[in-house]
């Protein structure tokens, strides 16, 4: 069996895009099965950044197979963006390259509009989310009422599914939230285009997906978000509107559980996390903005500035457990070269009692106290490393007590952002 999983073991931005791009090289094609265009890949390759949100990060090589699942929210404007952007910096995109689900779900600009407000309406209770209208179109599939990119591709089904959809959505948006409504022509003649721009790249990508792991290729499913974030287990309901732990590749890209051979948990060396909600080792001190400013930490999507907190394993060992993972690749543990001491919570202290797991409310939450344990750290030579033995004492001891603490290997270190700054210490 020949299908991976890559996904983000914390809440999000742990580097799922590079670790992507690397273990891309050896696989046929890459898949996305969740999430949409509030994700912010970056790949850097040589002097070349890239920064994806909706293409799959094996984009970059010439010969995978690209593929956007029906589990991912499309916003088919983002998506010709993104496409544009990509051909300028010269990647080459065409329906070879890049296969577009015919059950994906349509982002409509009402979706977009939804986002903003119901932001604003929450108030101080507002989850900080990328407005990039995920959680209004994720409703809508639930609710059975969305539009579907197969849909698209017929323009009196779409031009029904959008009267009905665009007369409750202008209610909500006038007689709710008291603004202005959107203009039927305008979304009709606009999303038409996007219908015949889609259609080569448009199929049914789960009979590809599954020929493909059954005739022996390499498949990668690319997650985007992370587990903290994920619908039923992140800390509710400052999460994202998809399911981002392991379970969500199967419902997301149409193949079966017994098809994945394993799955690598994507972390950073410390955590991050943007947009509101509980980070119980979260770092309002100095060692937090030296944290931000020398892990460049700055959303990819929203260019927020992300919050910074030590490493938390309670929160790896969850999504070790969650997911099933084979293996960790711990990324940016160059950023924390030059901290004389760092730190990892390994347990969280409530009511007097010590538990090594993340609970599911959130005032039991509040009052998790983190426990940690201290090590000596590492100097700025390590983003030169490139075999494990390279890596400095300090650096080794804190990935052994990650391994340790987690019960699961680590497969890749990563000492910078660049595709040949990373270290295979053993294969997934
Ligand atoms: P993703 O959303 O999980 O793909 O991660 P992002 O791209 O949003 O954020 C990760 C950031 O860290 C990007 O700017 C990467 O280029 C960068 N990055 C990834 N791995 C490393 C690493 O090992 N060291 C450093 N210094 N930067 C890294
Ligand atoms: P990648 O794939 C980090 C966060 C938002 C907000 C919450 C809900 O780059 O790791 P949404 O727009 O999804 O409804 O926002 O989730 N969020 C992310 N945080 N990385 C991401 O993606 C994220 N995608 C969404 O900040 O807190
Ligand atoms: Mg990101």
């Known amino acids: 069996m020949s299908a991976f999983i890559v996904l983000g073991a914390q809440w999000g931005d742990e580097g799922k895009g590079k670790i992507t791009d690397y273990l891309a090289k050896s696989a046929d094609m890459v898949v996305r099965f969740q999430g949409g265009s509030n994700a912010g890949h970056t790949v850097e390759v040589g002097d070349k950044q890239y920064k994806l949100h909706l293409v799959p990060s094996g984009i970059l090589y010439m010969d995978k197979i690209n593929v956007i699942g029906n589990g991912v929210v499309l916003d088919p404007k983002a998506l010709f963006e993104e496409i544009d952007y990509l051909k300028k910096l010269g990647v080459h ?37 990328t407005g990039k209208g995920i959680g209004p179109c994720y ?118 559980p017994t098809m994945i051979a394993g799955a690598v948990g994507v972390a950073k060396a410390y955590t991050t996390r943007v947009g509101k909600g509980p980070f119980p080792t979260e770092l309002f001190d100095e060692t937090g903005n030296w944290i931000r400013e020398n892990g460049h930490e700055y959303g990819v999507t929203t260019g927020r500035a992300r919050r910074c907190g030590w490493l938390d394993l309670v929160i790896l060992k969850t999504s070790s457990r969650l997911s099933g993972l084979t293996s960790f690749a711990i990324t940016k543990i160059d950023t924390l070269a030059g901290l004389e001491k760092v730190k990892i919570c390994t347990g969280y202290k409530v009511n007097g009692k010590i538990i090594d797991y993340v609970p599911a409310s959130l005032e039991d939450l509040a009052k998790c106290e983190p426990i940690y344990e201290e090590f000596q750290g590492w100097n700025k030579s390590i983003e030169n490393a490139r075999t494990y033995d390279e890596l400095p004492e300090g650096a080794k001891k804190y990935l052994s007590r990650i391994e340790e603490f987690t019960n699961t290997k680590i497969s890749i270190v990563s000492v910078g952002p660049g595709r040949d700054q990373t270290i295979d210490v053993s294969h997934i």
């Open 93 to 129: 995109i065409s329906p070879k390259n890049l296969i577009i689900s015919d059950r994906a779900q349509l982002i409509m600009p009402y979706h977009k509009v939804l986002d903003g407000i119901k932001e604003r309406a929450r108030g101080k209770k507002d989850i900080g989310t």
């Open 139 to 256: 409703t809508d599939k639930m609710e059975r009422s969305g539009i579907r990119v197969c849909d698209l591709m017929h323009q009196d089904v779409f031009e029904g599914n959008l009267r009905e959809n665009l007369k409750i959505k202008n209610d909500i948006i006038t007689k709710v939230y008291g603004e202005k409504p959107l203009d039927f022509d305008s979304i009709y003649n606009e999303y038409v285009n996007y219908g015949k721009a889609l259609a080569p790249y448009v199929r049914d990508v789960s009979v590809k997906v599954y020929e493909n792991i059954k005739s022996g290729k390499k498949v990668l499913f690319e997650g985007a978000q992370g587990t903290l974030l994920d619908i039923d287990y992140g800390t509710y309901p400052y999460v994202t509107s998809s399911s981002t732990i392991a379970g969500g590749v199967c419902i997301g890209s149409g193949i079966g």
